[in-house]
């Protein structure tokens, strides 16, 4: 007898024998045996001549205990297998640190690091004799350049974009309501502002995409009437264009029609029920100089409020087209923020969350640099997102030359989120990243809000105690002369730290001065 049909000749023999010998028994136990044997036979039998898999037609049975160890294979391995360090894209230690942070739980680590201080990626900082505690850590700067009418006093850690549809209504509710608690703000993500996002009244940074939800007309273009009703919201204190994202840049997205609900509908002004289509590029801007009118328009159609654009870093050059467009127009976006490869999403084509665009280390450092060189970096704020979960993660920014901070995922796990990785299959075990009502019950925004609260909090006191021991008081004050000079990250880009208007003087690094003089501000393909 074949092994590969051994289960289905046993479960077949089991059935038979009940049926020849037991066809007459009144047992109720009998009977209940035959109807589960039965069921088994019949599921057997369809196996054997199903076309859709494979095993399944050579393992009758045997098979379907493969499916099932492939579909808990993720919670064994999260639960059972990996060590503290080694869990991606989160680590247990990681996770552990938000979940304890949220909840206002001493985070003390017994008996040493379990890292490897001598391997080639450790990155550490040195402290000083002079070190000192600090006691104000609510650490903020202003955002606003000379032609913005409303300033905003911006926290250094805030919440990235998540938009109302990849996550639920509670989740969305819960991080506004610590966003208010807490005096930071929270970004709306491209889906638009839905009542969720004003319902407790927390700063709000209203994303601007490329299917411009809550701002288009019927035709899908940008309509100027729409946003200025929308921008003059008292809780809508900055805009943010997104021209690319980290976890999927060059891509846009399609919303299916079956979960373009009512609400999603109307938060971003699109038809029910239809499929809702979020195009890769803007319709309203197509070269660097239009981008520059489009962030006046916006400015002036807000009534003075900061704009800013966020971006993934893919070719140099159309940076730098950027730049020379600003500097022929003396249009300047008030804050750029600088997304990574390293970025999450509710979902992406795994060869663009892969492969595609730039790590958050360079292309932080490459904006950075690029804005010192062409003499624009002391006129632009720079924000930086990617995989932020701790005061350390923080510190790397600030010293390739952010001014503040946004975190999403961290953010999500503060209200729950246990990396289960079912985002875009809309059953999120804890209710954050679904629409679905009977899962988001889970979620109790008055339980959740505080966590959001206290973990931007306790993060920024743990923020304050590094600077404290390396003797300075300010995020600001971070250079490299903390830092060793054999640092990895240091050594990743030791080559390409670029003088003050080093571009303008034909001084910048061979290669980049290159692309610099090739770029235009007429367009964003090379000359």
Same mark, same amino acid.
């Given at each position: 007898m074949n092994q590969r049909y051994g289960l289905f000749w046993g479960v077949t023999a089991v059935f038979l024998g009940l049926l020849v010998f037991l066809w007459d028994s009144s047992s109720k136990g009998v009977v209940a045996l035959q109807i589960v044997f039965g069921a088994v036979f019949l599921l057997g039998v369809y196996d054997l001549f199903q076309s859709r898999h494979s095993i399944l037609r050579n393992y009758p049975l045997l098979g379907h205990f493969r499916f099932?160890?492939?579909?808990? =294979?993720?919670?064994? #391995?999260?639960?059972?297998?990996?060590n503290d360090? &080694? /869990?991606?894209?989160?680590?247990?230690?990681?996770?552990s640190l938000i979940y304890e942070r949220a909840k206002s739980?001493? /985070?003390?680590?017994?008996?040493?690091?379990?890292?490897?201080?001598? &391997?080639?990626?450790y990155f550490y900082m040195k402290h000083s004799l002079t070190a000192h505690r600090n006691q104000n850590t609510d650490y903020r700067l202003i955002v606003g350049g000379e032609n913005c009418l409303k300033p905003y006093d911006c926290s250094v850690l805030n919440i990235s974009a998540m938009s109302y549809g990849a996550l639920g209504g509670r989740a969305i509710e819960a991080m506004n309501l610590g966003a208010k608690s807490g005096h930071f703000y929270h970004c709306t993500g491209e889906g638009g502002v839905s009542p969720y996002h004003l319902k407790h009244g927390g700063d709000l940074v209203w994303q601007i995409g490329t299917g411009y939800f809550g701002c288009r007309n019927k035709n899908g273009n940008f309509d100027p009437a729409i946003f200025q009703k929308t921008a003059a919201h008292p809780s809508v204190k900055m805009i943010e264009i997104k021209l690319s994202q980290g976890a999927k840049p060059g891509h846009g997205g399609v919303l299916p029609a079956?979960?373009? =609900?009512?609400?999603?509908?109307?938060?971003? /002004?699109?038809?029910?029920?239809?499929?809702?289509? =979020?195009?890769? &590029? #803007? =319709?309203?801007? &197509?070269?660097?100089?239009e981008l520059c009118a489009f962030i006046k328009t916006l400015r002036d159609l807000s009534g003075g409020k900061p704009i800013g654009f966020k971006l993934c870093i893919g070719f140099e050059s159309e940076f730098f087209s950027i730049c020379k467009a600003m500097k022929e127009t003396d249009i300047l976006p008030d804050f750029i923020t600088v997304d990574g490869g390293e970025g999450g999403t509710g979902a992406a084509p795994q060869e663009l969350s892969d492969h595609v665009g730039w790590p958050s280390d360079l292309g932080l450092h490459f904006v950075h640099q690029t804005l010192i060189g062409c003499g624009l970096r002391d006129r632009i704020k720079i924000a930086a997102a990617g995989k932020i979960f701790s005061s350390m993660a923080m510190i790397r920014l600030f010293l390739l030359g952010a001014d503040w901070c946004n975190a999403a995922r961290a953010f999500m796990m503060s209200v729950g989120c246990i990396q289960a990785r079912l985002c875009h299959t809309n059953k999120c075990p804890v209710g954050v990243a679904t629409m679905d009502k009977s899962r988001q019950r889970a979620l109790v925004v008055q339980d959740k809000a505080p966590r959001a609260y206290q973990f931007h909090k306790n993060t920024l006191s743990a923020l304050g105690e590094l600077l404290g021991a390396c003797g300075v008081d300010h995020p600001g004050e971070i250079s490299w002369k903390f830092f060793s000079k054999n640092d990895p990250l240091y050594l990743k880009v030791k080559d390409s730290f670029i003088a003050p208007e080093a571009f303008l003087k034909k001084r910048g690094p061979e290669e980049l001065q290159r692309l610099w003089d090739l770029s235009q501000a007429e367009s964003f393909v090379t000359a």
């Open positions: 099932f160890a492939e579909k808990i =294979s993720p919670e064994i #391995h999260q639960y059972f297998i990996e360090t &080694s /869990g991606t894209p989160f680590s247990k230690n990681q996770r739980i001493e /985070g003390l680590m017994p008996f040493g690091t379990e890292l490897n201080v001598y &391997s080639p990626k079956a979960k373009v =609900s009512r609400e999603i509908a109307e938060a971003r /002004g699109v038809a029910e029920h239809e499929d809702c289509i =979020s195009p890769p &590029s #803007h =319709s309203a801007f &197509s070269t660097p100089l």
